[in-house]
């Protein structure tokens, strides 16, 4: 089994920053890549980052690109996610996912980030 567990959310103004952190614990041997997924009150869940271990190759929605930027740590199964110039459309709940090279996916329970007008 292999557990996720989501930090950092919370409140923040427009034009403010905050940094997400995930740890992703247990059968992590063979996660190929890892990123974030949100989703807004009302709305289906979509994409944000995502960093693939191979070649350190990361993709972003183009919602977010210029403004947030993913990192990880292999050897560590852990990936971050710094958000900067956050804008209320920001506002979601942000899940953690670790992707194996076995097609399996797994999922934090998210954490809530709320930007303020």
């Known amino acids: 089994q292999v557990q996720l567990v989501e930090s950092g959310g919370g409140l923040v103004q427009a034009g403010g920053s905050l940094r997400l952190a995930c740890s992703a614990s247990g059968r992590t041997f063979s996660t190929y890549r890892m990123g974030w997924y949100r989703q807004a009150p009302g709305k289906e869940r979509e994409f944000v980052a995502a960093?693939?271990?191979?070649?350190?190759?990361?993709g972003y929605a183009d919602s977010v690109r210029g403004r947030f930027t993913v990192s990880g740590d292999n050897a560590k199964n852990t990936v971050a996610l710094q958000m900067n110039s956050l804008k209320p459309e920001d506002t979601a709940i942000y899940y953690c996912?670790?992707?194996?090279?076995?097609?399996?996916?797994?999922w934090g329970r998210g954490t809530q980030v709320t930007v303020s007008s």
């Open positions: 960093i693939r271990w191979s070649g350190g190759i990361t």
């Open positions: 996912y670790a992707k194996f090279t076995s097609g399996d996916e797994y």
